[in-house]
Structure formats: C-alpha cells, structure tokens
C-alpha cells in the first residue's frame, strides 16, 4: 500500500496491490493497524479541510482468487465505514476477473 500523488482535484492516490498483502498473510489486527496508519497519515498530512477531504482508491486484484478476498474485503469495509466515513471519493479495481466482479457485487451490498 502506498500514495502516488494527487488527482485533477489534488485528491490523494492509494494504490492497493491485494497480491502482495495477500502473501504477507497479515492478521485482522495487523490488516487494521496498517489501514489505520496509512489512513491517520492521509487524514493529518495530505487532506485541507473545505478543499481537499478525500482520497481516491486504486486496488490491484491480480492473482487473487474472490474467494480468498470475501472476508478481508468486508472486513475492510467495515473498518474505514466505521473509523474514517466519507472519506473514500472513488475506487477503481484493475486486473479483475468475471468472478471477482460477481464477488464484488455481491460485497457493495454490505458499503451501502
């Protein structure tokens, strides 16, 4: 996980490569101290209150399996809906299969 500069609006980037996290093989405890980090970092030194207030996501799902990406993924989502509401302006998914996308709508059920 990483930033890589700023969009049109100077939102924040976060790139997301899920393969890497994946291998690591992080605990829920350590997967929620380092969104929380990244995420604390975000919110103290990259957004300006009434100009820049949010942060567009870039996730890398090549070479995961769906299946393998259910439970992190609500889990995730939980986590920034609960510490760090409306902060997210846009997520895009790159290298995504047919079935991650049918995974994937099945999870932005539970981000409504």
């Known amino acids: ?6 969009d049109a609006k100077y939102r924040p980037i976060l790139i997301c490569d899920i ?7 992080l605990s829920e405890e350590e997967l929620y101290m380092c969104l929380q980090y990244f995420f604390e970092f975000l919110y103290r030194n990259m957004l300006i209150n009434g100009q820049v207030e949010n942060v567009v996501g870039i996730i890398d799902v090549g070479g995961i399996s769906p299946l393998d990406l259910i439970k992190p993924m609500k889990m995730t989502i939980s986590f920034l809906q609960g510490n760090y509401k409306y902060k997210l302006h846009a997520i895009y998914i790159i ?18």
Do not use: P, V
Request: glycine content about 6%.
């Open 95 to 112: 290298q995504s299969t047919g079935m991650f996308q049918m995974a994937y709508s099945i999870a932005k059920q539970f981000m409504k």
């Open 1 to 6: 996980m990483y930033f890589n500069g700023r």
């Open 19 to 25: 393969a890497k996290i994946h291998a690591m093989k």
